[in-house]
């Protein structure tokens, strides 16, 4: 019998193959999705702690660890990354630059993550650079500069590899900079193509600008979240963020193109395909840069290829990826700026909504519904992800002049109560039905991953890093790692095993189920 029950063990051992983790969002389409069945809802109880990395690095650390081989590849605040041991967590080798002076940040000195091509490893810097290092010694093959960090640019995505191109955004609205997405040559790091999310009079969407040489300069629209990828239609899709100043709209009157939109770009040479403005005229801080998701949703008993997004200002929305066009739009959260939205998709707006220097009332809040934390697709239970702040706030709108390199937001906001309301939500990707709601007792803080073996996993502000019921939403289990949570968690398998990766505080924690 206790043959029987040992040959048993390694028979399921057996059954999970090694399975890597190798881009920002798991795959192209943005899933953040794994097909590893270890961990159930039955013995997620019995999670331990295998090993924890120290990175030493004070900040906020909110990097998607890639996983290849025996080694973990991780970056740090403040221009940092590390080569991790998968088995013990040891360090094999440091990369860090130090931070040259000039450079202003938003939220944080922090880095998103890696991408990878082969054995060459891809990363921004904070002072705007794309960088290239060997994977097995962290040395710098080629570092090419993207923009003037003493005008405000800063560097904070995790690349994308498109064929033989890495695929980067830039952060930096808040300093009134022109946001752009660019395309570097894999090789050698030259620049191949840049799409300037904000365009100048002259180009298509110029006229929803005032006309004159200025505006457009300091039109916002950074590109400071990861982009997905359908090859099929050889397309990149990559959200936007604020128009520039933030809040005062009267300086900028028009749609302000392609600020808090969707772009579609051709791979090959970054022309748009197609654009989807969210929130046109932004004066919320509703960044439309939370993930794309590249999914086929059901509509009337046929497929569409879609792309889909839960959005800063309050609602769900399903787009035909091929086209553009409005599919569906629903409201996840309390939304009082709209009543709803039209046939296009656009907002129908409510009056008394917008920023005045005594202050309005508008929700969601300044942080928006659902902000840039990673979201998860769930394509065997057909449910996705997303965490929310659900709560409202008084906007001011103040006049500023502008300074380059100096915030230039022209506003603030107030907060309606100390701890808004938080929750992850779970719903049905093709009609914005809402399945569940699981209430947080903090506004969220981190990213989601969904697995096959029906468990959501996440963390919050309190240093809780959990589990859910995918189906159902039912807590199963947590553990505090003392710290906030803010990262994305990761999992992979190694000899049979599956293990989760969560990075919190300085530290990055790695779980497994205990061994047979």
């Known amino acids: 019998m206790r043959f029987l029950l040992l040959l048993m063990a390694v028979t399921a051992s057996a059954q999970v193959r090694d399975t890597d983790w190798l881009t920002y969002g798991l795959n192209l389409a943005g899933w953040r999705f794994s097909d590893l069945a270890q961990m159930t809802p039955a013995n997620v109880k019995s999670l331990s702690l295998e090993w924890v990395f120290q990175t030493g690095v004070p900040g906020k650390h909110e990097t998607t660890p890639l996983i290849k081989g025996d080694v973990m590849y991780l970056t740090g605040p403040e221009n940092t990354a590390f080569a991790l041991d998968l088995k013990t967590g040891r360090q094999i080798w440091k990369y860090s630059k130090p931070l040259p002076p000039g450079v202003s940040v938003c939220c944080g000195l922090v880095n998103r993550g890696f991408a990878m091509y082969g054995d060459t490893l891809y990363k921004v810097n904070l002072e705007a650079t794309v960088v290239a290092l060997d994977s097995k010694t962290g040395a710098t093959i080629w570092e090419t500069p993207m923009a003037d960090p003493r005008k405000g640019y800063s560097g904070t995505v995790a690349p994308i590899i498109v064929k033989d191109k890495v695929v980067v955004g830039i952060a930096g609205?808040?300093?009134?900079?022109?946001?752009?997405?660019?395309?570097?040559?894999?090789?050698?790091?030259?620049?191949?193509?840049?799409?300037?999310?904000?365009?100048?009079?002259?180009?298509?969407?110029?006229?929803?600008?005032?006309?004159?040489?200025?505006?457009?300069?300091?039109?916002?629209?950074s590109t400071w979240i990861t982009g997905t990828y359908d090859p099929g239609l050889n397309t990149i899709y990559w959200g936007t963020g604020n128009p520039g100043p933030d809040m005062n709209g009267d300086v900028r009157p028009g749609d302000n193109l392609y600020t808090c939109s969707l772009v579609a770009l051709d791979a090959d040479t970054g022309k748009l395909k197609w654009h989807f403005q969210y929130t046109p005229h932004d004066v919320h801080d509703w960044d439309a840069t939370e993930d794309p998701v590249l999914i086929d949703v059901d509509r009337g008993g046929r497929k569409v290829k879609a792309v889909i997004m839960a959005n800063r200002n309050g609602f769900y929305y399903v787009l035909d990826r091929t086209t553009g066009e409005f599919i569906e739009g629903k409201p996840y959260t309390e939304v009082s700026w709209a009543k709803g939205l039209d046939k296009r998709g656009r907002p129908i707006l409510v009056s008394g909504q917008d920023p005045t220097p005594d202050g309005n009332k508008s929700c969601p809040g300044g942080g928006g519904g659902h902000n840039w934390q990673a979201t998860a697709y769930h394509p065997l239970l057909n449910l996705y992800y997303f965490t929310s702040t659900d709560g409202c706030h008084t906007y001011y709108m103040t006049n500023q002049q502008f300074l380059e390199g100096a915030w230039y937001q022209g506003s603030t906001f107030s907060g309606e109560g100390l701890f808004p309301k938080g929750s992850i939500v779970a719903l049905n990707p093709s009609t914005g039905d809402i399945k569940w709601r699981w209430q947080m007792v903090s506004p969220p803080s981190a990213g989601v991953l969904a697995t096959a073996g029906g468990l959501v996993f996440s963390g919050d502000s309190f240093g809780y890093f959990f589990a859910l019921d995918a189906k159902t939403g039912k807590p199963l289990w947590n553990r505090n790692l003392g710290a906030t949570v803010i990262a994305p968690p990761v999992t992979y398998a190694r000899g049979g095993r599956q293990f989760l990766v969560i990075s919190a505080g300085t530290s990055v924690f790695t779980f497994a189920l205990p061994k047979p």
């Open 173 to 221: 609205a808040e300093f009134g900079t022109r946001g752009f997405v660019d395309a570097y040559d894999i090789k050698t790091g030259k620049r191949a193509w840049r799409f300037w999310t904000v365009p100048s009079p002259d180009e298509p969407g110029g006229n929803s600008w005032p006309n004159d040489k200025v505006a457009y300069q300091r039109g916002g629209g």
